[in-house]
């Protein structure tokens, strides 16, 4: 893709910036390996200097390049990193958050305009691309697979959903940010294509922006609760709610916060959207006098109730002694964002393209029952066809989830901790499955008796699908366990 001649000035570009981040984290001078120019960081072989940023590479983490390119005025060193990842050849997960950042800073110091909603055109360039390949020195932009193609308009759905969340709770709550960074997982190598680097930074800025300004808010209002309580005569030490306390409230501090990447602050993210909840649990405990002295009167009510969004499956609940060490809402909500990332595909397919749904490693095929039962508006109804489609859903979808776990729970097995959350995971969903199983073997013998054979053979081969994955998933679990005894 890149001009060879060009490249290994880029690489140097790239030492230089590397050098100069871990000179000022240590504090010292870097020594340089043999064969590298001192001033240039250029070598007589470009292969020492590849060997070289390989373990610079190492070093340098990806928040270590977001906060350097946050302090730099130019494009210069932005550009050739850019397109140091875009050769460099094979990637992995850590190049792929660095090259993230890249293009976000990128779309930003371009001054780019984010597209509205209704300005999507399905396959046409996003405003970005066109910078991007002059960047990338491409004037034709290399093939994409059509099922990554697809993938990339998934990003029109969660700018939808994102557009309809309203604080920081919701949005904490969704799944958007976990659902984005699975796609961004799925699509793979084809990640570094001018036109899904491009649809990626755009929906990074949004989501950036929205996500800001809702968790700022959040803090101001949990800061100001904790005002009034200190100024009514309340104590520091004195307990909001549980275990929550006013100090608690007053330490929320959100520039220190946004400064550090999503992933690694989780843990103090939902923390504020904990105190949040704690806020708006007294402000609706103080309304309730109010509004119970409204209805009494007749004075309308500004109460709205919510219904659940429809077209989400129902997932069987394991029982508290199955879910024990597991965050059973964050593995529901993961489920229910494959369900939605499923639905957005397909509702983004071509109508006579193949529906192959694109993973991490590899793909899913889905039959033509399966793609139906994602299309069908009458899943929440109580009815067969419902609870039909619902069970589809739920395998196809439980089972996606459980091929991801398990992936991610065969890259960690040899690590001393880090397999265990993958294993709690999987345990989990091998609960959900074995319900969802069941239930849809009571449905397969309905069909049967109705004489629906179609639908009843559909429904067998997504029920042997994930019987097959839950096998896998069971006896990597069950390997690693007699290992370790």
């Known amino acids: 893709m890149l001009n060879p001649a060009q490249h290994l000035p880029d690489m140097a570009e790239v030492q230089k910036f590397y050098t100069a981040i871990l000179e000022e984290t240590l504090g010292h001078p870097i ?15 470009p292969e020492v200097l590849a060997q070289w940023l390989s373990v610079l590479d190492l070093a340098v983490g990806p928040l270590m390049v977001r906060d350097a ?14 397109r140091y990842f875009i050769f460099k050849q094979p990637t992995n997960d850590i190049d792929r958050d660095k ?32 910078t991007l390949m002059t960047i990338l020195r491409l004037k034709e932009p290399p093939s994409l697979p059509q099922e990554h193609r697809q993938l990339t308009r998934e990003f029109r759905f969660i700018r939808e959903e994102l557009e309809e969340v309203r604080d920081f709770n919701q949005l904490m709550d969704s799944g958007l940010m976990q659902r984005s960074r699975d796609i961004k997982h799925r699509f793979g190598a084809s990640f570094y294509h001018p036109h899904v680097l491009a649809t990626v930074a755009e ?27 200190q100024k009514a ?39 504020v959207s904990k105190l949040q909840k704690v806020v708006d649990n007294k402000a609706r405990s103080l309304a309730a006098p109010a509004t119970a002295a409204a209805s009494a009167s007749g004075a309308p009510s500004n109460i709205r109730t919510t219904a659940t969004a429809p077209g989400l499956a129902r997932i069987p609940m394991p ?13 529901d909500s993961r489920i229910r964002s ?22 991490r490693q590899g793909s899913l095929a889905l039959t033509s029952t399966e793609v139906d039962a994602f299309r069908a508006e009458y899943r929440d109804e109580k009815s067969f066809r419902g609870e039909y489609a619902c069970s589809v859903v739920d395998a196809v979808a439980v089972g996606v989830r459980i091929l991801e776990e398990l992936e991610d729970f065969l890259s960690h097995r040899d690590s001393a901790y880090l397999w265990k959350s993958h294993a709690d995971s999987l345990t989990y969903l091998l609960s959900c499955a074995t319900r969802i199983r069941g239930k849809g073997t009571d449905l397969l013998r309905l069909a049967e008796q109705r004489g629906l054979t179609e639908k009843a053979a559909a429904l067998h081969l997504t029920l042997e699908r994930l019987r097959s994955q839950e096998l896998s998933a069971a006896k990597a679990l069950e390997t690693v366990e007699s290992q370790s005894r």
């Open 31 to 45: 020594p340089l390996p043999a064969g590298l120019n001192p001033v240039t960081g250029i070598p007589a072989s």
């Open 69 to 82: 390119l946050k302090e730099s005025t130019g494009s210069q060193s932005a550009e050739a990193l850019l």
């Open 99 to 130: 090259t993230d950042f890249i293009c976000t800073f990128l779309h930003r110091l371009r001054n780019v305009p984010v597209r509205l909603l209704d300005q999507y055109s399905g396959d046409e360039p996003t405003p970005f691309e066109p």
């Open 203 to 229: 929906y990074n800025v949004c989501m950036s922006e929205r996500f800001d300004s809702l968790f700022r808010e959040a803090a101001h209002n949990i800061k100001e609760f904790a005002e009034k309580v």
């Open 233 to 271: 005569g309340g104590s520091i030490m004195s307990r909001v709610e549980g275990d929550v306390t006013v100090k608690q409230m007053t330490e929320v501090e959100p520039t220190a916060i946004l400064s550090t990447d999503y992933v690694r602050s989780g843990d103090q993210l939902r923390r």
């Open 319 to 331: 029982t508290t002694a199955e879910a024990k060490g597991v965050d059973r809402a964050s593995e």
């Open 338 to 359: 494959s369900i939605n990332s499923i639905q957005n595909f397909i509702t983004a397919a071509e109508a006579t393209s193949s529906c192959v749904f694109p993973m």
